[in-house]
Structure formats: C-alpha cells, structure tokens
C-alpha cells in the first residue's frame, strides 16, 4: 500500500499539470484561419491566443484573399501552411542573374532570409542550381559559425537540359546542415564557357524538397514566379523534454501527451499519445479515440468496451458463451458449437497448411526473381568481364575482391543512415564492418554509364592493384545491384580540408611538409610508375584523407582516367572541382598529367597560406587562391599571406615550397613540372632540412641515415621505398631507381 508521503507526491505534481494546462486554454474569440490556412495553437493572431512572441503570426486582410505572415508582416515571411507535427511551410526568394540576347546583365537578385527562430529545416529541404554554366552558391548562419556550400550545372542549351530530381543536365542540388537561422544564395555565370543567349536567366533556391523537380519549363516559370515554398522546423522553448520536465509550470506539453525532443535545434514538441488525437499543447487537447463507433479501429467480435487511449473486447455473460472477444484471438463461442468448432479447426488446419506451402512457393519464386535480377545487374555493370580479368592475375598477391549484395548490406546494416560517413556529387559513402572485423568504407554511386563498363572494369582491377602506402586502397566491389558499391579501406581522422580550414585544430608546418611531399609521391606514382598511367583529374584537399597518425591517403578516383600508353593526352568532359581546375583543360578539354599538377599546385598554396581555394565573401582579387598566390609571389609579397604559425621558424622551407606551388600553377601545362620532379625537390627538402634520423626497417632490422649513401644501391633503394610509401615488388622499383640514380650520379 502507498504510504502518505507518496499519495502527496502524486496530487502535487497532478496540481501542477492542471496549473500548468490552466495557462494553455485559449479565448473562443481567437483567429482560426487566415485564408486557407489554419491557424493551431501554440500559433495565434492576437494576444493570449499564441504561446509566446515565437508563435505570433499576422493576418494581413489587404490581400485577397487574405495572406498569413510569420511574427509581422514587415518580415515578409508569407506562410503557406502551419502544421502541429513540428512543420511549416513559407515561402522563400530565389535568387537569380538575367542577360540579354548580347550577353548584357540587365538584372540580378540574391536570395536572403533571416530567422528569430526556427532553423530551415535540412531533412526536407535541398538547395538547388539552375542555369548552363551556373555556379550556384549559399552561405549560411549556424549559432555564432558560418557554413558555405553549392553546385555547379553545366549545359549547352534549353533543349540539352533534363528533366528529373536529383543532378542532370542543366541543373544541381546539395544538402543543408542543421540549425540554419539565416543563409544566403548566389548566382554566379562563368564567362569562360560558350553561352545560349536563350537561356536568358540562372537561378539558386532553397526548395521543399518534396514540391520541386526540375523541368527546363522552370527557366521561364521562375522568371515570373520568383519564390518557392521552404519548411520550418518549430519547436518550443530551448530546452530539452527531461530539462523542461523539472519545472511543471512552464512545461507546456497537456495531459495524454508524450514529449519529443526537437531533431533540429533547441526546443521540443508535444503529440497525443496511442489512442488520443487533437492538439497536445491545449487543456483537455488530446481527445480520446472511440475505438468502439469504428469497426475498423478494434478488433472485438461481439462486445467492444471503450477505454482511456485503448478498448477492450468482452463476450456475452451467458454459460453459454467462452473466449476473448476478439477475431484475432479465440472470439466468442458457444458451448454448442464445438462439433461445428472440430470441423473449422480442421479445415483451418488444412488452409493454414495450403498457405504455408503457398508461401514457401512464394518465396521460392521471390528468391529465384532476385538471383536472376542480381545476375542481370552482375553481367550489366561488367561482371563476367572483370572475373576474366581477375582470372589473369592468378598468382598475384593483389587482387579485387567481388562481394556479395548480401555481404555489404550486412556490413552497412541494410545501409542504414547511421552508417553514412559522407556525401558528395557521385554517390553515398557508408561505413562498413566486415565479417572477420575489417572496418572498410563502402561507396554507392548514385549514376553509372553503361557504355562505359569495360572502361570501369579496367579500373576497378588496375586501382586495386596500386600497391602505396599513401592511396586509399580499393579493396574490391560488388556488382549485384542496380548501381555499382566500392569497397575501400577506412580512413579515420577526416580530410586535409578539415584540418587546414577548422579554427579548433592546428597542423604544424612540418606535418604539412610531410603530407606533400607524401601526395606529391602518390600523383608520381600513379603517372609514371602504375601498371597503367592513371590522372586522378579531382585532387583537392577534401580527397586527401588522414589517419590517426596524420599520414596522407589519396582518395575518391570516381573521375580518375586511365592512359593507354600510346597517348599523352585525352579529349574529355570536363570534370573536377572548381578552384583546382586547371584553366588549360578547362577551355581545351585536353586532359593531360599536367592537369594534377595544377590542382597539386592548389592544394600547395592551400597548405602555405591556410586559405580556401575558392572564398566567394572574400574581396574579388582574393577569390580565386591561385591567382591571389601567384600575384602574391610576383609582387614579392609572399609572406604576407602565409598563415602566421606556419612562417615561425620556417621562412626558408616556405620559399622553397611557394616556389614550387608557383611552377605547378604555370597556365601553360607544358611550363609545369612532372610529379616525380615534384615529389623529388620535395623529398629533397625534406631530407636537406632533417639532421639525423633512424629508421628502422621491420623486414632486415637495417639503420642509415637519411639523405646518405649506404655503400649499395639495393638498400638506398629500399630506403627509397620507406620514403615514398611503396609497400613492395621488383616492379614499383623504377621510381626508385630514377629518384635515387642522382644520389649515385654524385649530385
């Protein structure tokens, strides 16, 4: 039995919810529509009638029909819908950029909103591109930081464009993070690339993902219409439900009600528990469902019996009459009827049998249907083809591996959203764990060309065999599904980007040193010493991942071509990333090594002067990293843009290093340097600059000292080795031999 102590306990807290709720009935005389939307508490148009300033929305009858507005009609912020499941729908500028028919800019217009609450909500909203040539930009506001992203859509014309969601020709689309109170979108033509003069305007708009698809109407439809419909994630207050709990008094969530702890931002909902409906913020909101006056919410045979939240199913109280009351239990049977009783169970039994072998036929045949769809895929996406080209490298000790559907969706749990590790522009990346614990990451690609599968097959087999310490090893792939999944090792500490460009984290100049000299060895090493000359055509900062120990790994080879070695250059599409793109190519589409060295040269002057390669709110003589870099240098200028702890003590090293960032950035790629000449003044620096090092190989136990002969070329070339990461064979020997053969020319 409950002692007093306890009963007292219960009626206080009973006291306080009732006062609470007390506070939370609103006046019969307050606004419940505006137009033709509705109008729930805790949002109102009149004092008492809204929960706090947060919820106050106006009516402006001026309009006809009338227009709902968010917090004032000076906001501009037009609602199209206010919903109690934490969501509301307004309407939101698009920017945009129009020319005439000569090229002539007659009118342009950015895209802005500030919020005193509610971030825009990144679940159900995407920013999207629109135009030829167009980059797309948004600046947005989280708390006190400051987050950019975009895309960039390509065309030639209207009639090239495609319709669709997602990318396509003509148009773009990117995620937002969360808890955006305030963004900004840009729209920025290029002038290096041919324009359609009728395609008169190019856009950017933050757009409720579920009421937009692109079609190539919406370069003329949004000309006029100039705004779209955006969502709001609301909630109430900015604590959390069990903060919120420990004062009853301003605790706003009613009687029959669960509280929900906002997904997006400080704050939290309230909804009607199971077998409740109505408005959980309002005394006596959460009605109970009459689960007995509708057949199809209960589940009684005879007597239903209506409960708080539930029912109950009874039978008649006859002697007569036994059971549960329910058809999905044992109903209600008389006495009398249990001959009858004999003969439907039997029958059932014979049904029960008749499904059970129609459901294993069926299972059967659904299990046959998906061997044979996997199959298909398999030979579509180059299957056969790559299991011959595996066939001929028996023996070799490095070889892609072909997983199973089955195998890769148990490592990713059904790919499930919390295994998502990153996003971009060709696909998903999910982490997986393979059955003997291997932590791999897993790459879905969202569009594969089909044309081109012999193409991806070579490859998959020519990049799983790269044999560097310093690249992302591509363990193998699966070709079951629909689209393609790579298997890649994992790599744990995030990208170069996010050590160089986070005001939190600091890497020392001699770590920076390291990593380029060590992703100089890489592009070396896939241009000249890899089975098949490879240009990675997308090296940045953010395809340069680090482990826990800050070494370097190459990644991300979804647009690398491979060379045959006839040809010294190939015409292309182009592709890669704006900011590391290498002009040449950029206006020739002839793709050649010279293009790394450019992007190479970029991501130098990433390292020396910690600033972005493309910052649309710095000065316009500032934006572009290359050019500011090199004009830099030229006016003997240098050290006034090189981020401050990297010139302590380094000066000298820096020069040196600008120096070379200069020669890869020349606009003619025949001025530029090789890679392996790269990789060489780099490792020679590096050496020049170290006093005394051991090193201590695991295979031979052999010391030295770095930057001196040992007396015999086999243990400089294995020295050679440990510097520039290849892991072993006679074959990866060449490089080592031309980087050391200077050592023994005497130079």
């Known amino acids: 039995m409950a002692s007093a102590r306890d009963t007292t306990t219960v009626v206080l807290v009973a006291c306080l919810v009732m006062i609470s709720a007390a506070s939370q009935t609103i006046r019969p005389s307050c606004q419940k529509e505006c137009g033709s939307v509705s109008i729930p508490y805790p949002f109102g148009t009149t004092e008492h009638c809204y929960m706090n300033s947060n919820f106050y929305v106006a009516c402006n009858t001026s309009h006809k029909p009338p227009k709902l507005f968010l917090w004032n009609v000076t906001k501009n912020i037009e ?49 999207v591109g629109i135009g030829c040539d167009t980059l797309s930009t948004i600046n947005a506001t989280i708390g006190k930081n400051y987050s950019a992203g975009g895309c960039f859509s390509l065309c030639s014309s209207v009639e090239s464009s495609t319709n669709g969601s997602g990318f396509g020709i003509g148009f773009c689309q990117t995620s937002i993070p969360k808890n955006i109170l305030a963004y900004q979108a840009r729209v920025l033509r290029s002038n290096m690339l041919h324009r359609d003069m009728n395609i008169p305007c190019s856009y950017s708009l933050l757009v409720e993902e579920d009421s937009f698809e692109f079609s190539r109407d919406d370069f003329i439809k949004l000309q006029k219409r100039r705004t779209v419909p955006t969502v709001l994630d609301w909630a109430v207050g900015n604590l959390t439900c069990e903060e919120a709990k420990n004062n009853l008094t301003s605790y706003v969530c009613q009687e029959n009600s669960v509280c929900i702890d906002s997904q997006n931002g400080p704050g939290y909902l309230c909804e009607c528990l199971e077998g ?14 009459d689960e007995c ?20 199913c009874s039978c008649p109280k006859t002697r007569k009459h036994k059971g549960d009351g329910r058809k999905g239990g ?6 009398l009827q249990h001959v009858v009783n004999e003969i439907v169970i039997g029958t059932g039994i014979g049904l029960v049998l008749l499904l059970a072998g129609s459901g294993w036929l069926y299972h059967v045949f659904r299990e046959r249907k998906r061997v044979s769809l996997s199959a298909r895929y398999f030979k579509r996406n180059g299957g056969l083809m790559l299991e011959q080209q595996i066939s001929k490298m028996e023996g070799s000790s490095e070889r892609a591996k072909i997983f199973t559907a089955r195998e890769l969706k148990k490592a990713t749990e059904n790919f499930h959203e919390s295994r998502i590790i990153g996003r971009g522009g060709y696909g998903t990346v999910y982490k997986g764990i393979l059955p003997n614990d291997q932590v791999v990451a897993i790459k879905k690609s969202k569009l594969v060309d089909h044309s081109q599968i012999e193409q991806f097959v070579n490859e998959v087999v020519v990049l799983s065999q790269i ?20 298997v890649y090792e994992f790599v744990n500490n995030g990208t170069l980007f ?58 991300d080879f979804g647009t690398s071509r491979l060379v045959p070695r006839d040809k010294c250059q190939l015409t292309t599409l182009v592709q890669g990333t704006l900011g590391y793109l290498d002009p040449e190519y950029f206006q020739t589409s002839q793709l050649t090594e010279k293009s790394d060295v450019y992007s190479y040269g970029v991501v130098l002057a990433e390292l020396i002067t910690g600033r972005r390669a493309l910052s649309f709110d710095m000065p316009e003589e500032e934006r572009n990293l290359a050019l500011y870099f090199l004009s830099a240098v030229k006016d003997d200028c240098l050290f006034e843009i090189v981020e401050d ?7 000298e090293q820096v020069k040196e290093v600008s120096n070379i960032a200069q020669w890869c950035l020349r606009l003619r ?31 031979n136990a052999a010391e030295y000292v770095i930057g001196e002969r040992s007396g015999s070329a086999e243990r400089d070339t294995a020295n050679c080795h440990y510097t520039y990461g290849i892991r072993a064979g006679p074959e990866d020997d060449t490089i080592c031999k031309d980087v050391m053969s200077p050592l023994w020319d005497g130079r």
Request: glycine share 6%; with cysteine; aromatic share 6%.
């Open 330 to 335: 044992s109903g209600c049977v008389s006495n």
């Open 669 to 699: 790629g025949e001025e530029r340097p090789t890679m392996k000449e790269v990789a060489m003044e780099l490792e020679s620096l590096k050496t020049m600059t170290a006093t005394t090092s051991l090193i201590s190989a695991t295979s």
């Open 498 to 555: 996010d050590h160089i460009h986070n005001e939190n984290t600091t890497l020392p100049w001699e770590t920076r040193l390291r990593i380029a000299a060590e992703t100089a060895g890489v592009l070396a090493y896939l241009h000249s010493s890899a089975s098949i000359p490879i240009i990675h055509r997308d090296f940045k900062s953010t395809n340069i991942l680090l482990d826990d120990k800050y070494t370097a790994k190459v990644s």
């Open 467 to 486: 044999n560097h310490r310093n690249v992302v090893k591509l363990l193998g792939c699966c070709l079951e599904t629909e689209m393609p999944l790579l």
């Open 293 to 312: 006056a509708n057949p199809s919410l209960n589940d009684c045979s005879d007597i239903c019996i209506n409960l708080p939240g539930s029912y109950n």
């Open 276 to 289: 409740y409906v109505g408005n959980a913020y309002l005394q006596g909101g959460c009605q109970d469902i």
């Open 79 to 127: 609602i199209l819908e206010l919903s109690l499941n934490g969501h509301l729908r307004v309407k939101s500028p698009v920017a945009y950029v129009c020319y005439d028919e000569k090229g002539v800019l007659v009118d342009s217009g950015n895209s802005s909103m500030t919020l005193q609450a509610f971030p825009f909500s990144y679940t159900q909203n995407k920013f």
């Open 645 to 651: 702890f990297v010139n302590e003590g380094n000066s």
